[in-house]
């Protein structure tokens, strides 16, 4: 039988990009992708690059700040949204053209339009064009997911944040996850008066609890408003806002209101299940290890199958796929001890297991260190660095790492090369510090601080 084409990926974003671009390129494939919106994906566009050049724009108040005491004469002024926005805007364009280049250079054929499945080996265009393709990736990622009430007073989700003509006054960021915490400390630094309700005990649930703390308390006293265990009873529109009342019976009005309450995969209506594609109960798309669906040529990478749901991650499966299916070469994406930072202020850089997880599992020791670095004592602030190794007692492997500090994404990237290999604490007590620098504590951690 011939097909249109030899692969049809859905969605262009991170995993699907990868995936076209290494199975025309490097083997040869005819090729389709199809994106609705815009090349690059929510990484690209509306994620991971946006956020982390606003966390840049949000330092450097606190730059000005150690300026002055190590002696410069400088004065951040205000912050001008417009001017950053515009300069935003044009980076997104460059990069979503650089995806776009990378295409058409590797000789994908680009349909910017909506795909859905029609069958196993059919997709249908919007305008009701129809392709048949040997095999079909579904890389449509996800979106943020809002409460019907929230969603009907209007909130703002983070893909709106980019878009904000301006900076609001006051902000109520609605959440707890890395997103919220993300936004609040940006907002935060940027000089919006920001106010965080959480329904949990405490925010970033799923990390390490010690390091949780940490980032909360730090949260503080940068002047975030955080409030643990409560949430949003009523809201509604009002003069200057949105009126909100939360569960402990404040009441306030806030120029602005942020959910961040979690993500949904994207698959309503691409007709999978119709197709015979079985999905979970959050909607997202069940495969094996080898990204294969309930349908033999039917595949799945990235957020839509809500495995981990990292951009890196959805890249490593997009170009597994595509070695298994065209270049004979059987590859599963490894899901084991992948790295992540959060980029709070300060940052929060862990790979493997907590120390709460790691205890379950067997005897444990865990290593770990709070002090405050070189260059903020000297300004004057208390910020406090914690770094964490976790340690098992019987092999003496290191299961897991855990640095809050400015830069923790940089030193856990590092860090994670190691714990990947199979490091030992005696392995990391080998390695001479580099001094004077924060991760050195890293290697000099002699003692346990506490067993389990």
């Known amino acids: 039988m011939s097909f249109d084409f030899d692969l049809y990926v859905i969605g262009g974003g991170s995993g699907g990009v990868r995936a076209a671009r290494i199975a025309a390129s490097e083997y040869g494939a005819k090729v389709a992708i199809a994106e609705e919106y815009r090349m690059g994906g929510t990484c690209v566009i509306r994620g991971c690059v946006p956020k982390k050049l606003m966390v840049f724009a949000s330092s450097y108040a606190a730059q000005m700040d150690d300026a ?63 392709h048949s393709a040997r095999h079909i990736l579904i890389a449509t990622g996800g979106h943020p997911s809002v409460p019907e009430a929230a969603a009907a007073a209007g909130v703002m989700t983070s893909n709106d ?64 408003n955080l409030h643990l265990g409560t949430d949003v009873m009523e809201m509604r529109a009002a003069a200057g806002g949105t009126w909100v009342m939360s569960t402990d019976g404040r009441e306030r009005v806030f120029e602005k209101v942020i959910y961040a309450t979690g993500r949904s995969p994207n698959t309503a209506g691409l007709g999978l299940e119709a197709a015979g594609v079985r999905l979970g109960r959050r909607g997202e798309v069940i495969v094996d290890g080898w990204s294969q669906t309930s349908v033999p040529s039917i595949y799945a990478v990235g957020d839509v199958t809500d495995r981990i749901n990292l951009t ?29 930072a959060v ?49 098992c007692a019987d092999t003496r492997r290191v299961l897991g790492c855990h640095i809050v500090a400015p830069g923790a994404g940089e030193m856990i990237q590092l860090a994670a090369i190691a714990i990947k290999m199979g490091a030992t604490k ?22 346990p601080v506490r067993t389990a």
Request: charged residues 25%; contains cysteine.
């Open 312 to 340: 890196p991650v959805a890249i490593r499966e997009g170009h597994a796929f595509a070695d298994t299916v065209f270049g004979a070469k059987p590859t599963q994406a490894d899901h084991e001890l992948v790295a992540s």
């Open 68 to 130: 002055r005491a190590y002696g410069w004469n400088v004065s951040a002024g205000d912050f001008d949204w417009p001017v950053f926005r515009a300069r935003l805007d044009a980076e997104l364009d460059r990069l979503e053209g650089v995806y776009r280049s990378g295409l058409l250079k590797a000789g994908v054929t680009i349909h910017d339009d909506r795909a859905v499945v029609e069958d196993a080996h059919t997709v249908r265009l919007a305008d009701g064009t129809r």
């Open 161 to 224: 944040i980019f878009k904000l003509d301006a900076l609001p006054g006051s902000v109520l960021i609605v959440g707890g996850g890395f997103i919220a915490c993300e936004f609040a400390c940006v907002l935060n630094g940027m000089g919006v008066e920001v106010t965080q309700f959480y329904r949990g005990e405490q925010i970033l649930r799923g990390f390490d609890g010690e390091a949780r703390g940490h980032i909360a308390e730090h949260m503080r006293e940068a002047g975030v």
């Open 426 to 447: 005696e392995d990391f007590d080998r390695t001479v510090a580099v001094h004077p620098v924060m991760a050195e504590e890293l290697v000099t951690l002699r003692k």
């Open 343 to 391: 980029f709070t202020q300060p940052e929060f850089g862990t790979v493997g297991l907590t120390e709460e997880a790691a205890r379950e599992k067997g005897p444990i020791e865990v290593y770990a260190t709070a002090f405050r670095p070189m260059q903020s004592a000297f300004a004057g602030r208390p910020d406090r660095v914690m770094m964490k190794l976790i340690v």
